[in-house]
């Protein structure tokens, strides 16, 4: 789960300089995403993660008690903080 919470993260990363890169090289005025924009996109790629690892598990249970213990990684304040480190990452370099 630790996993696939960075490399959500961190992709969202490279979206937004990738996207940074692009308008810079069309000339355009570079603005930065809102925390809200990234935590939103962030959240998509880990749900997309999630859904992929919970399709691999077939018992009920086992299914129940990892969606179970995804949310709660999703609340814990390192994935919080993860996200925000990302952000000012991304901010910076604005």
């Keep these: 789960m630790d996993s696939a919470i960075g490399k959500s993260v961190k992709a969202t990363l490279r979206f937004y300089n990738e996207l ?3 308008v810079l090289a069309r000339g ?3 603005r930065p995403p809102t925390y809200e ?3 939103t996109m962030a959240r998509g790629l880990m749900d997309a993660h999630k859904q992929v690892d919970l399709d691999r ?3 009920a249970s086992m299914r129940e008690l990892f969606d179970r213990t995804w949310s ?3 609340l814990n304040y ?3 903080k993860l996200q925000r480190e990302a ?3 991304l901010i910076r370099r604005y």
Excluded: A, D, G, M
């Design 78 to 80: 390192s994935t919080q």
């Design 37 to 39: 924009t990234f935590s």
């Design 87 to 89: 952000y000012e990452t």
């Design 57 to 59: 598990l077939k018992n």
């Design 20 to 22: 940074r890169k692009q």
């Design 72 to 74: 709660q990684k999703l």
């Design 28 to 30: 355009e005025v570079v």
